[in-house]
């Protein structure tokens, strides 16, 4: 029994402890991960000011009121303060210490954003009309912002905003249907300094907000113990079974990534954990590194919170949040059936085992230690079910984790675990806040010049008006704008520019913001830039590329989801007919899990290249709209899995007498 023990807190250990080499490869893909660890006095203020920070979001999400605009204006003066002292201007600057040149940005960034704070009714009252001043403290803004933004986000973004903020000034020499007749730096400057239109948009006030709030939560459930029972509940559950660090990989990333933000990171947390398991049951390190990223890039789609998307949708739309996670579970729950289908198989092809039963935790165990934990997810999910605003349902949740943990002694916050927790949050929250002003100057550029009317209106003429053709250049250019830039910036960035197009083709709001949310994600899996499965790659040791490739193959199926809630938006829950959605999703959840089969050659046993062939093409033709189609793929399907099933004692005896 003593032994059973230690090898169970051998296998935690070896999951949870994170070396040099893992450390440095997190920091290569994920800029948010490169800040310094200050100790002394700047290490303390620094903690305060994060703490404060987090302090002042929870106090203005379930305390007080404030003009959205001078929250706003708050929220970014603490982000960017904090930025320039904590991360250095380049990849090999010095991680223990502020040289004074960061300091001095840091306090120009206070400077001229809080500017906005103090004379908010003053500017407000001259309707945003600039003084001289005011023109120099917006170039000096747009500048701060920019290379703070650059340090933390990596440098796809701010290239991006610099362009657009260029279009504005030069549109006059652009050639042909872009051509615009250039705005005057003051103009430029009120547009985007000094008016709700630019830095201060709808994109910094989500951060402001639900953002920052849900990663406060996040970072408070992680801090009471709740990444820990994530990851144990989804060793109790999957870790045994055929190929079970697969299937571990693939609940913990879905429990954990709809909390976090950012692919990335959590390819990062849970990677380090569920990779080495998989490699060690079998599996080949690029297929391990692929796993973790299909998974932890569904994260983002997952409700109840989605990475916080479903909260930046629902302000976009002017619709319910309700509204928008109840749309996306039928998607969210094929996109892992999908992944996890693929994972059984190649385990049951291969024949690799789970993890042995005494090394694994208990799932009563687990429960009993932990299972408390859950409470405050449920508690905000109620809450919103009572029609609380998601804001005051933040803020709600995270009391009720400071409430739940106390139920127990292994799980109690201390003031100084609280006090990490608050300065973690707005740490967790920075990165958000930058790349949101960020896509304020694109935002802002769009609403001054209506340059993403006319990329929308060009879209559907160069497609000829027909709504397929439409629709792949929509993913196309989701995939491209989403390459290099976080969850939350490049669905911004896609719903402002590519989701006219859709919607000019009378689809769906609702569907066409899901289409470019969904594609701007794929991002992450995507080659040639997929920063997840590098990511995930590089903790595996195993090649970039190949894994890319190889997590865009798992996640295949998915790539056409999109395109079927477009098409039947029963699939999100619209205009349901009960007895027709039920045929839509029984025939894509056997598509995708068939089409798993046809990619691996293996269902039930080994698949001819002709069975491979057809059971595909009618694995296709499953995950469709139409209900006909769909009947017929039902058909085909389940007849090709008895057959399948019926024949694997015959294949099996045929395997053995060939090796005889």
């Known amino acids: 029994m003593k032994d059973n023990e230690n090898k169970k807190v051998d296998l935690l250990e070896e999951l949870t402890d994170s070396n040099e080499e893992i450390t440095n490869l997190i920091e290569k893909y994920d800029a948010e991960s490169r800040y310094r660890t200050l100790k002394g006095l700047p290490g303390k203020l620094i903690s305060l000011w994060l703490a404060a920070m987090s302090l002042f979001h929870l106090a203005t999400a379930g305390l007080v009121t404030m003009p959205l605009a001078i929250q706003r204006a708050v929220h970014l003066t603490f982000a960017i303060t904090a930025v320039f002292i904590l991360y250095p201007a380049t990849r090999r600057g010095a991680k223990d210490r502020t040289p004074w040149y960061d300091w001095l940005l840091a306090a120009a960034g206070f400077a001229v954003i809080g500017y906005i704070v103090v004379f908010f009714n003053e500017i407000s009252r001259r309707g945003a009309n600039p003084t001289d001043m005011e023109i120099y403290l917006g170039i000096a803004a747009i500048v701060l912002i920019v290379e703070g933004g650059r340090r933390i986000v990596g440098n796809v973004l701010p290239c991006l905003s610099i362009i657009f903020l260029a279009y504005c000034y030069f549109g006059n020499y652009v050639p042909g249907i872009f051509q615009i007749r250039g705005y005057s730096l003051s103009r430029i400057i009120q547009h985007m300094y000094l008016t709700p239109e630019g830095i201060f948009g709808l994109a910094l006030g989500v951060s402001a907000t639900f953002v920052i709030v849900f990663i406060i939560f996040g970072a408070f459930l992680s801090h009471s113990g709740g990444a820990r029972f994530f990851n144990e509940l989804a060793l109790a559950v999957a870790g045994g079974r055929p190929g079970g660090p697969a299937k571990v990989a693939v609940v913990a990333s879905g ?340 089409l798993a089969g046809a990619l691996e050659g293996w269902l039930f046993r080994d698949l001819r290249v002709a069975e491979r062939a057809v059971i595909g093409a009618a694995a296709v033709a499953a995950i469709h709209h139409d209900i006909t189609a769909s009947v017929c793929s039902i058909v085909v399907l389940l007849t090709a899995a008895v057959y399948f099933y019926k024949t694997k004692s015959l294949a099996a005896k045929t395997r053995l007498e060939n090796k005889l």
């Not at 935002?443 to 010049?449: A, H, N, Q, R």
């Not at 995939?479 to 830039?485: E, F, N, P, Q, T």
């Not at 079927?564 to 007919?577: D, E, I, T």
């Open 255 to 594: 429990l954990l990534g709809t909390i976090s933000g950012s692919s990335v990171a959590n390819v990062a947390t849970t990677g380090a954990f569920t990779i080495p398991l998989m490699k060690r049951v079998g599996y080949q390190p690029y297929y391990a590194g692929a796993v973790e990223a299909c998974a932890s890039t569904g994260g983002q789609l997952m409700p109840p919170i989605m990475g916080a998307g479903a909260f930046i949708m629902s302000e976009f739309l002017g619709i319910p949040y309700l509204t928008i996670a109840g749309a996306a579970v039928i998607p969210a729950f094929l996109y892992y059936a999908a992944i996890f289908t693929n994972v059984h198989i190649r385990a049951r092809k291969k024949g690799l085992q789970g993890l042995p039963k005494e090394q694994l935790p208990a799932l009563k165990e687990v429960m009993r230690a932990d299972g408390h934990l859950v409470i405050p997810v449920i508690v905000i999910i109620a809450t919103l079910l009572m029609k609380y605003t998601p804001l005051r349902a933040g803020f709600i949740g995270v009391i009720s984790v400071i409430v739940v943990s106390s139920l127990k002694k292994n799980t109690r916050m201390s003031f100084a675990t609280i006090f990490k927790a608050l300065e973690d949050g707005a740490r967790g929250a920075l990165g958000v806040a930058m790349a949101c002003a960020l896509v304020g100057f694109i935002v802002g550029t769009s609403s001054l010049t209506s340059l993403g009317l006319t990329i929308s209106n060009n879209i559907i003429e160069i497609a000829g008006g027909n709504l397929l053709l439409t629709l792949v250049m929509a993913m196309c250019a989701c995939i491209i704008l989403g390459m290099g830039l976080p969850t939350t910036a490049n669905y911004i960035v896609c719903s402002t520019i590519i989701a006219p197009a859709l919607i000019g083709m009378s689809v769906m709001p609702l569907a066409a913001h899901l289409f470019v949310f969904y594609f701007g994600i794929m991002a992450d899996i995507t080659p040639p830039v997929c920063l997840a499965a590098f990511t995930g790659a590089g903790i595996a040791g195993a090649s970039p590329s190949k894994t890319g490739f190889t997590a865009t193959r798992i996640a295949i199926a998915s790539f056409m989801l999109p395109y079927c809630f477009v098409y039947n938006p029963m699939l999100l829950l619209q205009r349901v007919v009960y007895w027709e959605l039920a045929i839509l999703v029984i025939s894509a959840f056997l598509g995708v899990m068939m």
